[in-house]
């Protein structure tokens, strides 16, 4: 395992008024992403009408992209409020070589986990980066 801190030049995939979605290089598991919001805020329930209706309209976009592109079957998203970073939903990707974890709410972090000591090399980000950039891509479409 490389131990190397990698730095990503544009994280952004996908843009619009009030929300940016970005890869999670901190975890490097292709189709890990974060939608977070432009203004900052702790809670969906601080959403203007306009922010609502965008930002469903940002997860189906994404997620229709994460079953086209990557073949992602099942997604978990998280939000929590009581976060410093202000709001974000993970939109979290369940691949094949997950399933000795579990498909329960609890493999999640012994994933990630195992991502972070053992997928951060320089092919995986390699990867990560190219599925990152092709979504992107069928997101500007």
Known sequence: MENKKYVFEDDVIFETDHFVVGQDWEVP?????????????RSFMEFTDKESVEFMDVLRKVRKCMQKELDIDDVYMFQNEDTVHGFH???????????????????????????????????QIEK???VAEGVRKALMK
């Open 89 to 123: 939903l993970w939109m979290f990707p369940r691949s094949e070589w997950m399933e000795k974890f579990g498909r329960k709410i609890e493999s999640v972090r012994p994933i990630m986990e195992y991502a972070e000591k053992n997928m951060m090399t320089g092919g």
């Open 29 to 41: 598991i292709c189709g890990f992403f974060i939608v977070a919001t432009k203004r900052k805020i």
């Open 128 to 130: 990560v980066k190219r």
